[in-house]
């Protein structure tokens, strides 16, 4: 991709010198691509999507569905089409199991696009993560996956920790009923109770639709 805050600055240079005619027409010219196409347009953006552990387990017929799961990876993959469609960073995570540990088509990474395999809940840890986010220079993360109460809160809290503004998308989250003692906790509660302990504190929280809708107003 073009870097254009270079090219501004050779402009600012070549345009002050007698050795360099017509440099005024090439760079407007330049300027005029930086403006319409896509690739031009999205340099310096700072944001990335991070999908946590949308993988085959999850869904049904898995060893560990959750409730939504479907609907919860529909929407992964529409946020996944339009960050690739403006070419925006999107970081693959996946939880390491043997059985079902694919991720799963909805969102199944292209050639190129980073894919990290972890071992704990917090994807930052014992993987590439966050090397990668500073190689980048990302400055916002847009986040969605499974389970909401487990790697997505956490997810949500490292990244909030280490400086990212943070975009939490709830209806591409899923979880599933918890027990504690004789308490059985159903998922729309464990997944809203985490959705409202994360917002604002650490994350703007937002629906698919909403984001799709307004995307230049909450992706920097």
Known sequence: MPDCHQFFKLQSEATTKPD???????FS???SLCLTLPGFLLYGQKSAL???DIQDFYFPGGSMQLENADLAGMNAGLLLDHFRERGLKVYHIRHRVESG???HR???P???EAVFSKDEVN???GTGLTAAIRSDSIKQLVICGMQTHLCVEAAVRAAHDQGLSCLLVQDACATRAVQYEEHIIPAKNVHFSTVKTLQDHYATVVSTQELLR???RYVK
């Open 123 to 125: 994807p930052f840890l």
């Open 106 to 108: 909805y969102v199944n």
């Open 214 to 216: 307004k995307f230049n």
């Open 20 to 26: 360099f005619p017509g440099m005024r027409g090439v």
């Open 29 to 31: 010219v330049f300027l």
């Open 50 to 52: 991070l999908l946590v």
């Open 110 to 112: 292209l050639p190129g």
């Open 101 to 103: 540990g694919d991720i």
